[in-house]
């Protein structure tokens, strides 16, 4: 079922800003409902993640929807249930946004290549590299399970100009 997207406007901030429970997999009770939730509001919303406490569920799981090809017709789906990263290296620089601050992007600084350790849907426990785009996902969706938003990493408007960066969307 398609859920609403909390907004850290008009909606409980403290539910974006409090660092979420952990999953016990064998014990939790309507899990695949849930993953099911979260991919179905995730497609709607056009977002390429989408955590639990963003659609008001305080569970430390995220699915993430990174298209295929540079068209957005195919998705590969990832579910992460306890998500941790392990290591990470190098830096980026990109604009960034969030369904939970919709139409709102800023420049963020993020890590160039991370490690995440999680348990996948099937209750099999994980280990993943990535960089790029997938990279800044699970950096993004990790940080709402930890009570992050992604303004707690976008670079001042001073450091923007100072960087001659410019925005993709402003016209």
Known sequence: MIKDIVEYK?????????????????????LNKLIKDLT???????GL???????????RIAVL?????EHF????????????????EGEMIEEEG???FPGLYKFTRRFKKVTV???????????????????KAIQHEVDHLDGKVFLDYA?????????????????
Do not use: W
Not at 10 to 30: A, H, N, Q, R
Not at 65 to 69: E, G
Not at 73 to 88: G, K
Not at 121 to 132: D, F, L, S
């Open 10 to 30: 008009t909606d409980d901030k403290k539910m974006l800003t409090t660092p979420t429970k952990p999953i016990i997999f064998d014990e939790e009770k309507g």
């Open 49 to 59: 993640g989408l955590a639990a406490n963003q659609i008001g569920i305080s569970k």
């Open 73 to 88: 017709l195919d998705f590969e789906r990832t579910v992460l249930i306890n998500p941790e990263i392990t290591s990470h």
């Open 155 to 171: 670079l001042s408007d001073e450091e923007v100009e100072k960087l001659g960066l410019k925005s993709a969307n402003e016209d």
């Open 65 to 69: 929807m990174i298209p295929k090809d």
């Open 117 to 135: 350790r999680y348990i996948d849907e099937k209750g099999i426990p994980m280990e993943i590299t990535a960089e790029g785009l997938m990279s």
């Open 98 to 100: 969030c369904l939970s």
């Open 40 to 46: 179905e509001s995730c497609i709607e919303a056009k």
